[in-house]
């Protein structure tokens, strides 16, 4: 049922900030597709186990998140969510500050469990 599947997804987005916040990153790779490609606003590619390198090594460091919007289309077994969140962080050695992040992100299901396959992160 698609509304089940929107209200588990929007519940991974949920997820996804409580691990980065807590480096909990064994929790966090569970969310995320082998295939995981995450676009930083600058244009920066990394794959799920760089990325998950630099939120265990603290170079992605997250404190906090205050969702403001999140809707999620799902069609079949792809999902796509734009997250809008006020995101207290420090990325790449910051001045840590709150930032007004979207992220636009893409999830497929596999063997009955969704999984981020893309993320696309930008200002709002």
């Not at 064994?26 to 760089?50: A, I, N, W, Y």
């Not at 997250?62 to 799902?74: K, L, T």
Request: charged share 25%.
């Amino acid at each position: 049922m698609a509304s089940n599947d929107a209200q588990v997804i929007h519940a991974m987005y949920h997820s996804m900030y409580r691990f980065m916040i807590e480096r909990d990153v064994e929790r966090l790779g569970t969310l995320l597709d082998e295939s995981f490609v995450l676009v930083h606003m600058t244009g920066r590619r990394q794959g799920k186990q760089e990325f998950l390198r630099c939120v265990a090594d603290g170079t992605l460091a997250y404190y906090d998140e205050v969702e403001e919007s999140c809707p999620v289309c799902v069609d079949g077994d792809v999902a796509q969510l734009v997250g809008k969140s006020l995101v207290d962080a420090s990325p790449f050695g910051t001045r840590r500050s709150t930032w007004r992040l979207e992220q636009e992100i893409t999830l497929v299901k596999r063997d009955g469990r969704w999984l981020m396959t893309r993320s696309v992160a930008s200002m709002y």
